[in-house]
């Protein structure tokens, strides 16, 4: 084989895996391949004001791996007004969440160590396919745990942030 032709068969292997490099991006940041999760561990939480008066309880799955995390509440088709997931971490820090393959809003709550709620954010359902599939909102706030539960939850309890969680892992 010259050089000539070498060359152009090299040049076109690397356009073929640049090519299926940026396919993946694109399917796995859109949430289309699958990922195995395992079971989740459920956990009752109880939200109070601090004082022991109860606002809510929510049943909520335990995303403890990093591909429990990962997947979230993705694809959920719904959630009942007592159910979410709570994404516990090691240490205090900033986090940052993504509403990727959501049909329907969020409030999360992000937690403190001590339990303490530190901030709420509610996040809207994607406008259409693109947003629900490749650009989708994020937020970002502070906390040791991170509940996710359907948007107006923590309006129609009255949950706010300064109130107690109680029940974390």
């Given at each position: 084989?010259n050089?000539?032709r070498?060359?152009?068969?090299?040049?076109?292997?690397?356009?073929?895996?640049?090519?299926?490099?940026?396919?993946?991006l694109?399917?796995?940041?859109?949430?289309?391949?699958?990922?195995?999760t395992?079971?989740?561990?459920?956990?009752?939480?109880?939200?109070?004001?601090?004082?022991?008066?109860e606002?809510?309880?929510?049943?909520?799955?335990?995303?403890?791996?990093?591909a429990?995390?990962?997947?979230?509440?993705?694809?959920t088709?719904?959630?009942?007004?007592?159910?979410?997931?709570?994404?516990?971490?090691?240490?205090?820090?900033?986090?940052?969440?993504?509403?990727?393959?959501?049909?329907?809003?969020?409030?999360?709550?992000?937690?403190?160590?001590?339990?303490?709620?530190?901030?709420?954010?509610?996040m809207?359902?994607?406008?259409?396919?693109?947003?629900?599939?490749?650009?989708?909102?994020?937020?970002?706030?502070?906390?040791q745990?991170?509940?996710?539960?359907?948007?107006?939850?923590?309006?129609?309890?009255?949950?706010?942030?300064?109130?107690?969680?109680?029940?974390?892992?």
């Amino acid at each position: 084989m010259n050089r000539k032709r070498a060359r152009r068969y090299g040049l076109f292997a690397v356009a073929v895996a640049v090519g299926i490099l940026v396919l993946y991006l694109v399917v796995s940041h859109a949430g289309l391949l699958p990922v195995s999760t395992g079971s989740y561990e459920q956990r009752t939480l109880t939200v109070t004001d601090c004082a022991g008066d109860e606002r809510a309880t929510v049943t909520a799955d335990v995303a403890a791996s990093s591909a429990q995390q990962y997947v979230g509440l993705s694809r959920t088709d719904s959630l009942a007004p007592d159910e979410g997931m709570l994404f516990p971490y090691d240490e205090v820090a900033s986090r940052e969440f993504e509403m990727r393959n959501m049909a329907f809003g969020l409030d999360i709550v992000y937690i403190g160590s001590n339990g303490e709620i530190t901030e709420i954010t509610t996040m809207d359902a994607p406008g259409g396919p693109l947003e629900y599939y490749l650009t989708y909102d994020s937020t970002t706030g502070v906390g040791q745990y991170v509940l996710e539960v359907v948007s107006g939850w923590s309006e129609a309890n009255g949950v706010s942030s300064g109130d107690c969680v109680t029940g974390l892992p």
